[in-house]
């Protein structure tokens, strides 16, 4: 066995690499799927934005299928939707994605997890990555949720996009304190 | 639902305890920025055993040689770091995305928010991205970053260091770190290096100088391989 190598931090200039990616463009005119706007704030211990992280995301596609060889059902994956997002924090620690409805995908257990969002959080004075999942607050299959389900009651909310409009959800990450994210050990 | 269960896929290893750094008061921007509750322990799901995987989708375009990004020839020492990406039983992470970004030869990024008194380098940017072939390699053409001030504390400066971006091929692989160069004086004086306790776990972040990848007249080589988490040999039990 060889040894993992150590997460370090982002620091604050990975921006030079991120401007030198393409546009993160997830959806396009032919993805299927019910178009949503994930919109939140990333914000520190002491209510203050964090304008230098890095947010990245990772769902699967309408129906539920990622575009990844260890998923059996790859091959009928929507060839048109990207489930990889990433975002830098703005100024106002502000990060958007413009995305599709992930649909539900198969829980260890047999069963069927409600849609949800892997969510990482890298940055400035994060040593190691962190994370976490959108679950979104108007979804009835949240009830049934196996990971849900591991989340203290009273911290669940964390967790939850609140609809904001048609198609629109907010979603604040908090690093610390009050209304701290959950982030999970996985 | 339509989704067959006869084909489990495995998961992965557990990190080591002591291998990723804790929030680190010694790093005071950790203070503020690390969750206080603890984590959340959960099974992992196809969710976390997919990921991100190029070249599904485009990212940007292939550009490893720093030092032909533009008109001219950036100043500095030009070097060549290549390595492996492998997983913790030494298998090679074949097709997956490296991204490195780092300062000048002056220790200077080509970020606005970099205010270092030292000159920019119009012939350099210091961001590369490359794909890892068929054996794990990657090979990347560069300049030696120079050591910088940070505002930690009184007299802090970084040792150098590339920083390095790696996907792998599922979420639980992510890993964004930091290459470091053999015998850098600042080593004991830096958080950011010793916020990894443990010093055998700590070298894994240095690369070695390496007279075999070293082209004569031309660049000194530097090997780094880098050690993502593994698969259990077996299946997920449903």
């Known amino acids: 066995m060889s040894g993992i190598t150590p997460s370090q931090t982002v620091g604050p200039y990975f921006g030079i690499m991120v401007r030198g990616r393409s546009e993160c463009r997830q959806v396009s005119d032919a993805t299927a799927g019910t178009r949503i706007v994930i919109e939140g704030q990333l914000l520190a211990g002491d209510g203050n934005v964090i304008p230098d992280a890095l947010v990245e995301t990772w769902q699967a596609d309408a129906r539920g299928r990622y575009r990844h060889p260890e998923d059996s059902l790859a091959s009928g994956a929507d060839p048109t939707f990207n489930g990889y997002g990433w975002a830098h924090t703005q100024g106002d620690g502000g990060f958007r994605f413009e995305t599709i409805k992930p649909g539900r995908v198969a829980a260890p257990d047999g069963g069927t997890q409600a849609p949800h969002i892997i969510v990482s959080v890298m940055a400035r004075g994060i040593l190691t990555r962190f994370i976490t999942r959108i679950y979104f607050d108007d979804e009835p299959a949240n009830a049934e949720d196996p990971i849900l389900a591991r989340v203290p009651e009273d911290r669940r909310h964390t967790l939850l996009a609140r609809r904001s409009g048609d198609g629109r959800y907010l979603f604040n990450l908090v690093m610390q304190g009050a209304g701290e994210t959950v982030f999970f050990d996985v | ?238």
């Open chain 2, 1 to 238: 639902m339509d989704r067959p269960l006869a084909t489990a896929p495995s998961r992965y290893r557990r990190v080591p305890p002591g291998t990723h750094p804790p929030e680190d008061p010694a790093y005071r921007s950790t203070v503020l920025r690390h969750p206080l509750q603890p984590l959340v322990e959960i099974p992992q799901t196809l969710s976390e055993i997919t990921g991100p995987s190029y070249p599904y989708d485009a990212i940007g375009p292939i550009s490893d040689d720093l030092t032909r990004q533009h008109a001219g020839t950036p100043l500095g020492e030009r070097i060549i770091v290549e390595g492996r990406v492998l997983d913790d039983r030494g298998q090679p992470v074949p097709r997956t995305l490296v991204e490195i970004w780092q300062a000048n030869a002056c220790g200077r990024y080509a970020h606005e928010v970099d205010t270092h008194d030292a000159p920019l380098d119009p012939n350099f940017t210091g961001t590369g991205r490359t794909i890892t072939d068929e054996e794990g390699r990657y090979r990347f053409v560069t300049i030696k970053p120079g050591h910088y001030p940070w505002g930690n504390h009184y007299n802090a400066w970084r040792p150098a260091h590339i920083h390095f971006s790696v996907l792998g091929p599922g979420v639980l692989t992510r890993l964004v770190t930091q290459m470091y160069f053999p015998g850098d004086p600042l080593f004991p004086l830096d958080p950011i290096f010793n916020s990894v306790r443990d010093p055998a776990v700590r070298e894994r972040m240095v690369s070695s100088f390496d007279i075999g990848l070293t082209v004569p007249d031309w660049a000194l080589g530097f090997r780094w391989d880098i050690v993502l988490r593994g698969r259990e040999a077996t299946p997920m039990l449903p």
